[in-house]
């Protein structure tokens, strides 16, 4: 795996172009986010889903209710059983979305230059006229000439299932706009989109704490990912309420940046949030398309130095309804690896897509190509340099592991960590080998029964590029005797074999705690 890595910078001969790729037990170190629905929930598809290559699973409560979702992770839990796959749950909240009404599923035809009033009065019927909103302060935040979008599962680019609109004029509470261009809108719900404009709504809706307070705790999500975040405030307002929910005060909080406000204010919602999900689908509308490309390497160039996973969306909208993606689209997930993407998160192509494993499977192969010739040389002199000196303990044990693992050729590194923090620091520094995260679990106590954690840190860390997690044998705990330490290499040593990661005279790098002190060490497998 390691030695079949060149760099872009060097000729690459075509002929080499054209060898077919190796399949491996990982199918990428970069991670795939599959949003389940109503294409993607059965045991059968979710299991293929897994094998292709899925680590998290997405539940987007913008769309069915939670007794439709609990089936969904019902069936996820029993494909994780018989693919022996671990996969983690992400709750995706609504947010303060707006959305058209349409309760009588019809249709809707809507010419381009012709008009059409969007009203708060969601009693009446959806037209070609009139559209009823779920939000009666949009009067107030437009003005004429504002842009608003607006279509299922928003604006793909195939611009027949989504349409623009101008605001034309405000009359009471009713917008009325100028069609842009031709398309038909289909299904219950389209959201809308006011380009650039400030959404007077929470961030946190009432129905979305519901949703956590109740499908959220009783799942034990592992992540939430927080819709429209567009403050740190709401970062924080969110880590209040998972703190008073029990078990979910370990739950990770991912800011989606979905508009300019979240743009404005990134920098402090990096440093509260527990990592980064860039919604390019709207974001795509709230920028000017010639600045799309340059937000994506900022924000993930943010990330990678604060160590902190990033997720990007929206890569290959056209494979909804194609078994391929587009040139562009493929030639697009390579550069969000090449970027620095920690996960690619796909949303309608698995949710409502005619090809959910399909798509997995080829986002894997693409990411795993780009993998080949990521910069790891230049990546890791730039973290260095922005970490700066002197470095904290962990830092420098974590750099030091991944540079000796690379000089030596190494095919792995092990990592015995409890909270997961020393494996995150060493997949920071993106070495070109898997790391397989050994999550040592630590007893606890609520004063009324002894309780291990350990599942929530090892699921988290499949969002993170290159760490692959395996969960230790409680009675093992993270630094301690010599000899209980060898027994726990030896079964990720074994795991490493049986995935063919390791194989014998290969060389691994194992970085653990010996009582106060951590030690990295090389270690060189017999036969």
Not at 259 to 280: K, V
């Amino acid at each position: 795996m390691h030695s079949s890595h060149l760099l872009l910078e060097e000729p690459i001969r075509m002929a080499s172009i054209l060898e077919p790729s190796k399949a491996t037990f990982f199918p990428a170190m970069t991670k795939i986010v599959g949003t389940l629905g109503p294409k993607s929930r059965s045991v059968e598809v979710i299991s293929g889903c897994l094998k292709a290559g899925m680590s998290v699973a997405r539940f987007d409560f913008s769309l069915g209710d939670p007794e439709y979702h609990q089936e969904t992770l019902e069936n996820l839990k029993a494909a994780v059983k018989s693919t022996k796959k671990l996969c983690a749950v992400m709750l995706d909240t609504v947010g303060p979305e707006l959305q058209v009404v349409n309760k009588s599923e019809k249709s809707i035809s809507l010419l381009a230059d012709g008009f059409v009033v969007l009203t708060p009065n969601q009693e009446v019927e959806a037209s070609s006229e009139l559209l009823p909103i779920n939000f009666d302060g949009l009067s107030k935040a437009v003005k004429k000439g504002d842009t608003i979008f607006m279509g299922q599962y928003l604006f793909t680019g195939s611009e027949t299932t989504s349409v623009w609109l101008e605001v034309s004029e405000v009359k009471g509470e009713d917008v009325v706009c100028v069609i842009k261009n031709s398309a038909t809108l289909s299904g219950a719900l389209f959201t809308l989109h006011a380009s650039q404009i400030h959404i007077d709504l929470p961030t946190l809706t009432d129905k979305d704490k519901d949703v956590i307070s109740n499908w959220g705790v009783k799942n034990k999500i592992d992540f939430l990912s927080l819709s429209y975040t567009r403050h740190a405030e709401d970062v924080r307002q969110a880590r209040d309420l998972l703190s008073k929910l029990g078990d979910l005060s370990q739950t990770q909080i991912f800011a989606k940046i979905e508009n300019i406000e979240g743009l404005t204010h990134f920098d402090e919602i990096l440093q509260e949030a527990d990592g980064i999900i860039l919604s390019r689908g709207n974001l795509g509308i709230d920028l000017p398309p010639e600045k799309v490309f340059l937000f994506q390497k900022a924000a993930l160039y943010k990330c990678n130095m604060a160590g902190k996973p990033a997720v990007l969306t929206r890569v290959v909208d056209s494979m909804t309804d194609n078994l391929r993606p587009t040139r562009a689209e493929a030639t697009d997930v390579a550069n969000a690896v090449l970027d620095g993407s920690d996960a690619i998160l796909l949303g309608a192509e698995t949710l409502r897509g005619l090809y959910p494993v399909e798509t997995i499977s080829i986002v894997g192969k693409i990411c795993a190509e780009a993998e080949k010739v990521f910069n790891q040389d230049l990546y890791f002199k730039k973290t260095v340099k922005y970490v700066g000196e002197p470095m904290t303990h962990l830092e420098s044990i974590a750099s030091s592991a991944v540079r000796a693992a690379i000089k030596v050729k190494a095919s792995a590194i092990i990592c015995f960590t409890s909270s997961g923090r020393a494996a995150r620091l060493i997949a920071k520094y993106r070495p070109t080998m898997p790391v397989l995260s050994v999550v040592i679990p630590r007893l606890k106590t609520n004063q009324l029964k002894w309780s291990f954690t350990g599942a929530f840190e090892a699921r988290q860390s499949l969002i993170v590029r290159g760490l692959f997690p395996m969960l230790a044998d409680p009675r093992h705990p993270a630094e301690s005797t010599s000899a209980t330490n060898e027994s726990v290499l030896k079964v990720a040593l074994d795991h490493g074999k049986v995935s063919g990661v390791i194989k014998s005279h290969d060389r691994v790098v194992v970085c653990q705690k010996v009582g106060d002190s951590s030690v990295v060490k090389i270690i060189e497998l017999e036969d």
